[in-house]
């Protein structure tokens, strides 16, 4: 998969890219036959007197570098080929565009590559000769390096991004180019990067990654392009990882660390090398932030997460971290509409970042059942009702496998875990038969400490559908306890996984079993006895499980798998199967 890009020709891919860019945000402006893109009000900045920013590199990075371009930010980006600086000429082009009768000048930020170093140094002196007034802040802020040997210095990664911020809110402010200068480069001082990767991109028109990474190995400290980084360690959880990457980005003995101590206020950026899941993103985070304030005693007063500077589809993450001052503060939480700078969500009046505290639920803490004005039965009744859980427990702990196995068809392969994981807290929940956890002798009641459980434990749609069941059930088993209303109970619960389900009899899923068990146990027990009559409603309910695998699905997710590979019995009809003959051998 490492190798496939949705696109339309790999020539044209950078071009087409900018084009997409300014079509969704037309603030910004594509220069004719150059992969310059420049703020649309580029000649009212120019006006108003203020210092104007270029920034640029190879394609590949996305949002970086044309996305921050935007008031409060850049004003003219220059994209090369993927991972390829531009050519001087584009360079020289934007630089033309926004620093051309401009007489506060224009500031270039670029990341320290070679190619980037003697592409955009060639295109600023050949501004300078025709006039123009620049200058130039080059960003190398990673702390990969641990040698102490002269090498083409540190790597400029993620934390670019904080200086396209910072730069562009001091020439918002309308501070002069030297100011905007000093000071940008201030920031690159006291600022670090580390970057981790679990696997490696793979650049348009190739025919696999870049690089290999082993199943259970991560690489420590790579660039950007993906050059190699200053170790393989083997594959650790979020919490081990973030742990590794800000030690060695601190570490006192690394030539290239950043120094912090206790107290210390901090931006922190966790990026997204492109193939990042949110998910993963937001653990990431969660584990760094905690990191940092926990153990290392910094205040992280900023924090941002999200995709700022990618490698294509990179499964990585960068770190980056940044000295506050009230300066440095102030610019970050300016302005701006750059569309790729994603901003926090702060509570209200709150400008620092502080990690808040768990919002209590209304009606107190959710795992809490409400009393319910339930009918007593005999302590010998409530110990058939443990027997018939435990054992209900036991059977679906034991089709696990078979569950799953059914489930790989047509869902994600985790029924049988996931009835088996509810039934298994259910047994525990349940005690000890002299002094059970559970309201054995008060049906109405258990059947909503059921439904709380099933709900918070098995979780998805299986947790919501039998929650619904036990919920709607126990209304009818509030007043008597009869074989009576155990098929009300039924009937309700059924009722309730249709309206909210949406499933029919008939659609392949659980329902199927459920039904036909409700039906026949209905018409049987007119004419037979409570157990007769059930043992008959087990029948029909395996037997319409059975019948599952040859029907189409019209319900659940299995309705949106091809009708061709549904060639077994549905998983959750099949588990209503095996609760329902399991309750039967404890009532004969």
């Not at 080059?138 to 396209?164: P, Q, Y």
């Not at 047994?427 to 709380?452: C, D, H, I, R, Y």
Request: with cysteine; hydrophobic share 40%; proline share 4%.
């Amino acid at each position: 998969m490492s190798g496939k890009k949705l696109l339309n020709t790999v020539e044209r891919c950078v071009d087409e890219n900018l084009e997409g860019l300014v079509t969704i945000n037309p603030g910004l402006r594509l220069i004719k036959d150059t992969r310059v893109v420049v703020r649309a009000d580029i000649e009212s900045v120019k006006k108003a007197g203020k210092v104007t920013l270029l920034c640029g590199g190879g394609s590949g990075h996305e949002p970086a570098h044309a996305g921050y371009v935007g008031s409060g930010m850049l004003s003219c980006a220059v994209a090369g080929s993927v991972f390829t600086s531009p050519p001087p000429q584009d360079i020289l082009t934007g630089l033309r565009m926004i620093t051309k009768d401009n007489p506060a000048g224009g500031l270039v930020i670029i990341k320290n590559y070679t190619g980037d170093r003697i592409n955009f140094g060639l295109a600023l002196e050949r501004a300078k000769a025709e006039g123009m007034s620049c200058d130039m802040v080059v960003v190398g802020e990673d702390c990969a390096l641990t040698s102490h040997d002269k090498t083409a210095g540190r790597r400029g990664l993620g934390g670019t991004v904080f200086i396209h911020k910072i730069a562009g809110a001091l020439a918002e402010e309308g501070r002069s180019l030297d100011e905007v200068t000093k000071l940008s480069q201030l920031a690159v001082d006291n600022m670090g990067t580390i970057g981790l990767a679990l696997g490696a991109c793979s650049t348009p028109g190739s025919n696999g990654p870049l690089f290999t990474v082993q199943p259970d190995e991560m690489e420590l400290g790579l660039g950007l392009h993906g050059e190699a980084g200053v170790k393989r360690i083997k594959l650790l959880t979020a919490k081990e990882t973030v742990k590794v990457m800000i030690d060695h980005m601190t570490n006192p003995e690394n030539s290239t660390h950043l120094p912090v101590k206790k107290g210390d206020r901090v931006a922190c950026m966790i990026n997204n090398l492109g193939g990042m899941s949110v998910l993963e993103m937001n653990v990431i985070a969660k584990e760094t932030i905690q990191y940092l304030e926990g153990n290392l005693g910094l205040k992280v007063d900023r924090a941002y997460c999200g995709a700022y500077v990618t490698s294509l589809e990179m499964a990585g993450i960068s770190i980056s971290l940044l000295h506050l001052n009230d300066t440095f503060t102030r610019c970050l939480d300016a302005p701006t509409s750059a569309p790729a700078w994603l901003v926090p969500l702060l509570g209200p009046g709150q400008t620092d970042r502080q990690t808040p505290a768990p919002m209590m639920p209304i009606g107190g803490p959710s795992s809490e059942v409400q009393e319910a004005q339930g009918l007593s039965i005999s302590k010998a009744e409530g110990d058939r009702i443990y027997d018939i859980i435990e054992k209900v427990c036991d059977s679906l702990q034991s089709v696990k496998e078979m569950l799953d196995g059914l489930d790989s068809e047509s869902g994600d392969g985790d029924c049988g875990s996931t009835m088996a994981r509810g039934a298994q807290c259910i047994k525990e929940k349940l005690g000890k038969k002299e002094t059970p956890g559970l309201p054995v002798t008060n049906p109405s009641q258990l059947s909503l400490e059921l439904a709380s459980i099933v709900e918070s434990v098995m979780g998805g749609s299986s947790g919501g559908i039998y929650s619904l069941f036990f919920t709607a059930a126990s209304s009818q088993l509030q007043k008597e306890v009869t074989s009576q209303t155990w098929l009300q109970a039924m009937a309700a619960g059924i009722a309730a996984i249709q309206r909210y389900g949406g499933a029919e009899p008939g659609d392949r899923t659980m329902l199927d079993a459920l039904w036909a068990a409700k039906e026949t146990f209905e018409k049987k027990l007119a004419d037979s006895s409570p157990v007769e009559a059930f043992r008959e409603a087990v029948k029909a309910g395996e037997s319409a499980a059975e019948s599952t695998k040859d029907m189409k699905a019209r319900a659940g997710r299995a309705s949106y798998v091809s009708a061709d590979l549904l060639t077994k019995a549905d998983p959750g009809a099949m588990a209503v199967a095996v609760w329902l003959k399991a309750i039967l051998e404890l009532l004969v």
